[in-house]
């Protein structure tokens, strides 16, 4: 059986590097990619306190965040393919700047 301390800094080494990724690149898909990662680290997380404590409540809460992170993707990836198309640059000025053109329409 693998040490609750190895698992948790395996955990906290995935949401760091996650966080920098997020942090640190302009590129959305690199962003996503990121909180992909720090999502992972959460997860991991649960498992590994579910495994320590002996019980599936951390699996099941993964399975919960899985979910979650599915949906989550399914949106992100809308807002980017929309960038695209408007502005034919994956970068996370042009979702600033999309939303200053959506609230210019409207008025």
């Not at 590994?48 to 409540?57: E, K, L, M, R, S």
């Not at 809460?61 to 408007?86: G, P, Y």
């Amino acid at each position: 059986m693998i040490p609750l301390s190895h698992s948790l800094i395996i955990a906290a080494l995935l949401f760091t590097l996650g966080l920098a990724v997020v942090l640190l690149r302009r590129e959305l898909l690199f962003i996503l990619m990121g909180l992909e990662v720090m999502f992972n680290g959460a997860a991991l997380t649960a498992i590994a306190a579910g495994q320590y404590w002996d019980n599936a409540d951390g699996q099941v809460l993964t399975i919960f965040l899985m979910t979650v992170t599915a949906a989550e993707l399914v949106v992100a990836l809308i807002l980017v393919w929309l960038a695209f198309d408007r502005f034919k640059v994956v970068r996370a000025e042009a979702l600033t700047q999309l939303k200053d053109d959506m609230e210019g329409d409207s008025s």
